[in-house]
């Protein structure tokens, strides 16, 4: 007979694929899915004439699967021994997700029975294949390690056993279809049902014993388009994200990896910021020979000690460094949040730079310290060179507030650190501890694959050596466009095919490492397209005027006059009476790309940048708009 644990299985595959609000309860809750799960089963079974029958317990899975998430059944046999290759998010987004899940009577009837003992001796150790079980069933995961998104150290935390207490807590490997995309082509077996009954026990005991980590998360704004509720990553809707130069701080993006921290009354008195300077610290008072060592034992300040030493503000836009990914996806599959533009937002910092802190304690890390590492209360790590963290000029902040109020818990209560023109990730949440050292931070967010740019070419991260790629750091430049105005609308309904029609387009524009917007350009994409061609072409297309070009320079607002070399935010433009040559189907599409102060370019097309992990997309930003009938 199947088991509850493999129905479980099943609902969660489901659970994956749905966007409906039943489909994300039963996603958010995995002990809601099992108790549906038993309920659903014991019904079915009572109503059977034969509670042993495989095909009355697989109808009853298909049959809560449909009912209470929308999922269809799956059809066709997956025999092959999967292990065999490397999966990929990319090679598995090609395949009709139905087809490839293995039916509930064949993973019973064809595929071997392991147990717990035989799963722990497989864990990667001296060779050995690495095994994982997960609601029954068991996978060989081995050629998948150097692929998952969080880094090969989180994933290896679960060799040898069950993943169900990790994505207790890593919930977002719900928040859609690709883990079990994945997870059903490493499929080698089903877990013996009374081990699999003792994890089923395991997570009773912390659903009924431990709170759920989640359980003190933040009042989220409605309007925020959410991607994932726990953890919680939601962008500022595209349509605001141009209507206050500063982001209202209800509308600031939001990109967790954890639940956010909850620090009673007690830890927050108690809570102390460290500061390491690694193997010795340099004095700064001047003497008549040469600085000189101090003691190197960490210091630790309270919010107090920095709310005592000046204050410095700066406006800085911070951007998740997957920032339109869903465009990645439409021309191969990547593997995060598929963001929109809206994973970018701006706000004035105010804090106390991390230079001048040392400067107030008199001391420098040792000139062999290289960087400044950055830990968070969540278990985040992340690191910059000295040369940002120290500049007198690269203004990183150690902020306790964010526009003009106290910092959020979602923007990292109650210390942040913000290293203006960088990846997001690198502002560090939640600060615990600064060290400064002579290597990068360890871990999967400075170190492994989450954010590293691999080139188009590799779908699959076992085939280089990630080590040796740099992670993320300055940003690159970027742009977007948050509003279009038709112009002289009353004709529209009349447009044809062909026709041009003319448009104001709004929108940001916004360059890392401080350099500065010094132009944008907007033009409709078709008219580019047809502006290139040669007048011998044999097209009928649409063509400007070559004596033309299509692209209007737009006028550089807000954001503009930033000092130079320390253009931490956003610009907004606006370009006016641009023409677009109406498409076939009655749609015009309007690009824009920006150009920075080392005349930095946006790239044409996605294509050139695409990678695994969908980060980076800089290419130009296209936006359509479709004609009234």
């Known amino acids: 007979m199947n088991t509850p644990s493999l129905m479980v299985r099943r609902l969660l595959h489901g659970a994956g694929r749905s ?20 309920r659903t089963l014991s019904t079915n079974a009572s109503r059977s004439s034969s509670q042993d029958d495989p095909a009355s317990f697989t109808t009853a899975a298909a049959a809560a699967a449909i009912c209470m998430l929308g999922m269809t059944a799956a059809a066709t046999s997956n025999c092959d021994n999967n292990t065999k290759q490397s999966w990929t998010p990319s090679i598995v987004a090609k395949e009709n997700f ?34 994982m079980t997960y609601g029954g069933v068991v996978y060989d995961v081995t050629k998948f390690i150097a692929n998952h998104p969080g880094g090969s150290e989180k994933i290896m935390m679960a060799a040898g056993s069950s993943i169900e207490p990790y994505w207790h807590t890593y919930r977002q490997h719900f928040a859609s279809d690709l883990p079990s995309r994945l997870l059903e082509h490493m499929v080698i077996g089903r877990l013996a049902d009374t081990d699999q009954d003792s994890v089923d026990e395991q997570m009773d005991v912390i659903y009924e014993t431990s709170e759920d980590p989640f ?92 709310k005592k030493l000046p204050k410095t503000e700066i406006v800085a836009t911070l951007q998740c460094s997957g920032n339109r990914r869903s465009e990645y996806n439409k021309y191969q599959r990547t593997t995060g949040t598929v963001w929109g533009q809206g ?30 590492r950055f830990y968070s209360l969540d278990g985040v790590m992340a690191s910059v060179g ?14 306790y507030e964010m526009n003009d109020e106290i910092l959020p818990r979602d923007h990292g209560y ?37 954010y590293k740019i691999l080139p188009p070419s590799v779908t699959d991260a076992s085939d280089v050596n990630i080590t040796e790629m740099p992670s993320m750091m300055e940003a690159s430049i970027f742009s977007g466009i948050t509003k279009m105005e038709i112009l002289n609308a009353k004709k529209l309904r009349k447009a044809k095919p062909g026709d041009v ?96 102060s080392a005349f930095n370019v946006q790239p044409e097309s996605s294509d050139h940048v695409w990678n695994v992990r969908g980060l980076g997309n800089n290419s130009w930003f296209r936006m359509k708009y479709q004609l009234p009938k």
């Open 98 to 131: 139905a087809d490839t899940i293995i039916p509930m009577d064949e993973l019973q009837n064809n595929y071997p029975t392991y147990t717990m003992e035989e799963v722990s001796q497989n864990d990667g150790t001296d060779g050995k294949p690495i095994w």
């Open 386 to 399: 000295v040369e940002k963290a120290l500049n007198p000029y690269g203004d990183v902040l150690i902020a």
């Open 414 to 450: 109650p210390l942040r650190i913000i290293i203006p023109g960088y990846a997001g990730i690198r502002n560090v949440k939640w600060l615990s501890k600064i060290e400064f050292a002579k290597e990068e931070a360890e871990g999967a967010w400075q170190r492994g694959l989450n």
């Open 343 to 372: 994973a970018l937002s701006t706000a004035k910092w105010g804090g106390v730079l991390l230079k001048d802190v040392l400067d107030h304690l008199g001391v420098e890390p040792d000139e062999a310290m290289e960087h400044a």
């Open 215 to 306: 359980a003190h998360e933040p009042v989220r704004h409605k309007a925020l388009r959410v991607h994932s509720e726990q953890s919680m990553n939601a962008e500022t809707p595209e349509e605001l994200l141009t209507e206050n130069y500063l982001t209202p701080t209800p509308l600031f993006y939001i990109r967790h990896h954890h639940p956010v921290p909850f620090l009673t009354t007690q830890q927050i008195q108690n809570y102390r910021l460290e500061i390491d300077l690694g193997d010795g610290a340099i004095s700064k008072k001047k003497t008549k020979k040469k600085k000189t060592k101090k003691n190197a034992a960490n210091i630790k300040l309270s919010l107090e000690d920095l």
């Open 19 to 38: 966007s409906s609000s039943v489909g994300r309860s039963f996603m958010m809750n995995p002990r809601n899915v099992r108790q549906q799960a038993t």
């Open 501 to 596: 029609i003319h448009v104001n387009v709004q929108g940001w524009a916004w360059a890392g490492g401080g350099r500065n917007v010094v132009r944008v350009d907007a033009a409709s994409t078709n008219a580019v397209a047809s502006n290139m061609k040669s007048s011998n072409d044999d097209d009928d297309s649409p063509v400007l005027s070559s004596s033309v070009s299509p692209w209007v320079t737009a006028t550089l607002k807000e954001g503009s006059e930033q000092r130079r070399g320390r253009a931490w935010a956003w610009t907004f433009w606006e370009a006016k009476n641009v023409p677009a040559i109406v498409n076939k189907d009655r749609t015009i599409e309007i690009a824009c790309k920006a150009i920075d």
